[in-house]
């Protein structure tokens, strides 16, 4: 059944049925909702995933839907009655997007396991191409269906033969990672876009450069041309969608629409698509934006506990709310932002607390104040990550560009202590500073004015959680993992499939809880090496702590969620901010 009102978490991807009747998104609830465009509403929903879909496909002919997953898998189905038509295993990580070729016949998909895949529409593979060096982001097929380009971490953009996956071209010369590319309806122009806010314009014959764009000061995500090639479109992090003749490529228009999680980019007859933190796609023109399916979540991003019986819950409606842990009762909105707050934290005190948000900001409040009393504008980039230092007077930040900031609010101050490759994920105060883990997978430290660094396993860190001179990290592929601070390895924990999104330790420090995209609580005795999993929510986790004798878990549903879950993982309490 298709909820009335759409995806019940973030929608992270979106495409145009060929005929521009029907839109598909894809979403953090792992789930895929058709769409009427015309008018704005959900048609039917397709289930089957087990973790986030990070990518949707419609097939030229608009029968069959292609979807890419964090569970390792790509699917087919049917679009006319949602039915799965074909499960695509082989992968050994998160699948990041899907393509239909030009015959329709066959998919490309792109993975984090650093390959690209190429299948027929029932599911047999018929091609590993393994040339990249890091994660495969995207992929695009040329209109000859001959040949694909594929773009990497390593920072570069492939060509190669889709019959035996022999490289034409390497295209080279980005500073950072190759988020997206998309070829022109010729085949005779690449662009790709670049983690250091630039986009690329390339000759495919040649594999030169012609035209180099850094109008935006962060992160670009995805780009796309228009069907008849007069148009580049980008998505960047700063919330605008960014139009380009081509021609000379050329600034045309800048879309920008508050509450967008540009991390995807299609056309439409009616405008340029891309996701967002509500229920369903924003659909962005020049004479306006329309959103799909447009009702606020609560969905949890993050929370911090401020006191011993206080929560405060930072959501995707751009709303900050404090719970009441004790009564088991939400005490409604004390915050707000622009856009959704993606982190929070309070003082020791609970007196103060700090939120960041997709709005690009930093806001201090006091918790007898409605208003902030403090407030950051950024560098341009979402706050993703944020901490207060033990004395309160010092705020600690991550962005999504990968800066770490540090602000001496006594002194209105801000300095860069130091910067990871792509977003910072987590930021955890220690002692004398802080720890932060990122999408590079290193471990940074800044404490008495030294830095110390380490590569914390293969891939991205989600989170980062401390106990004394020990540290337990959240990993995309690693799962839990357990370090001494200076980096020695003391043990892990990988019993769970699924991707980690939250780690913490327990009270005393005994055992490690663990959030995972799948619904499912992960707890664990280094000690003893006794685990338990607990699968308490439908939804995805997206935080851990401790708290009582057990963990604090919260969920991205449209109720936003919390759940007590005791010492074996069992939920014993559940609280609602929409209640």
Not at 307 to 326: K, Q
Not at 350 to 357: D, K, N, P, Q
Request: charged fraction near 20%.
């Amino acid at each position: 059944m298709t909820h009335p009102h759409g995806h019940t978490a973030p929608t992270s991807c979106a495409c145009s049925s060929p005929s521009g009747t029907a839109i598909a998104s894809g979403s953090y609830d792992r789930s895929i909702i058709l769409w009427d465009s015309e008018r704005g509403e959900p048609i039917r929903r397709l289930s089957g995933h087990t973790a986030l879909v990070n990518g949707v496909d419609w097939s030229p002919d608009g029968q069959m839907i292609g979807s890419a997953s964090s569970d390792h898998t790509a699917r087919i189905w049917d679009a006319s009655s949602g039915r799965e038509l074909a499960l695509l295993e082989g992968h050994r990580d998160d699948v990041n997007a899907i393509r239909f070729s030009p015959s329709g016949n066959h998919v490309a998909t792109a993975s984090f396991d650093g390959t690209v895949r190429v299948w027929s529409v029932k599911g047999q593979c018929l091609l590993i191409a393994g040339h990249h060096a890091a994660d495969v982001n995207s992929v695009a097929w040329f209109p000859d269906g001959r040949r694909l380009a594929a773009c990497s971490d390593d920072r570069t953009v492939s060509v190669f033969d889709v019959g035996d996956g022999r490289i034409r071209k390497v295209l080279g010369g980005h500073l950072d990672w190759v988020d997206d590319i998309a070829i022109d309806p010729t085949g005779r122009m690449l662009a790709s876009a670049c983690l250091d806010g630039s986009l690329s314009i390339w000759d495919t014959v040649s594999g030169e450069r012609r035209f180099h764009i850094d109008d935006a000061r962060c992160v670009v995500k995805a780009v796309a041309f228009s069907p008849d090639g007069s148009e580049l479109a980008s998505a960047a992090y700063d919330g605008c969608i960014r139009i380009y003749e081509t021609q000379r490529f050329s600034l045309r228009a800048t879309l920008r629409h508050e509450g967008l999680w540009n991390r995807t980019l299609a056309w439409t007859p009616r405008g340029w698509l891309t996701g967002s933190f509500a229920s369903g796609p924003s659909l962005l023109a020049e004479d306006g934006a329309r959103d799909l399916g447009r009702q606020s979540n609560h969905g949890i991003n993050s929370f911090t506990l401020a006191g011993n019986d206080t929560a405060l819950i930072c959501s995707d409606d751009g709303g900050v709310y404090a719970m009441d842990l004790a009564r088991r009762c939400s005490l409604g909105q004390v915050a707000h932002h622009r856009a959704a707050v993606l982190c929070v934290t309070a003082t020791r005190d609970g007196s103060r607390f700090a939120t960041g948000s997709w709005d690009r900001r930093i806001l201090v409040w006091d918790r007898n104040s409605k208003d902030p009393i403090a407030e950051w504008q950024g560098l341009g980039d979402p706050v993703n990550a944020i901490a207060f230092d033990a004395t309160g007077n010092h705020l600690f930040a991550g962005t999504f560009n990968g800066d770490i900031i540090a602000w001496d609010l006594e002194r209105n101050s801000t300095r860069v202590l130091g910067k990871h490759q792509g977003s910072v994920k987590s930021i955890a105060a220690s002692k004398n500073g802080i720890v932060s883990v990122g999408r590079d997978g290193r471990v940074k430290s800044f404490e008495r004015g030294r830095a110390r660094c380490f590569r914390a396993g293969s891939t991205i860190l989600n989170d980062v959680s401390l106990s004394g001179e020990r540290l337990a990290t959240a990993s995309r592929r690693d799962g839990v993992q357990l370090w001494q601070t200076s980096g020695e390895l003391i043990g892990a924990f990988s019993a769970h499939p699924c991707s980690a999104k939250s780690v913490a330790f327990a009270g005393d420090g005994s055992r490690i809880g663990a959030s995972y995209y799948d619904g499912t609580v992960g707890l664990w005795n280094p000690q003893t090496g006794e685990t338990q999993l607990r699968t308490v929510a439908e939804a995805s986790l997206s935080k851990i702590a401790p708290y009582d004798r057990g963990f604090l878990v919260s969920a991205w549903d449209r109720a936003g969620s919390l759940i007590v879950v005791d010492s074996s993982g069992n939920d014993v309490a559940r609280m609602s901010v929409a209640a």
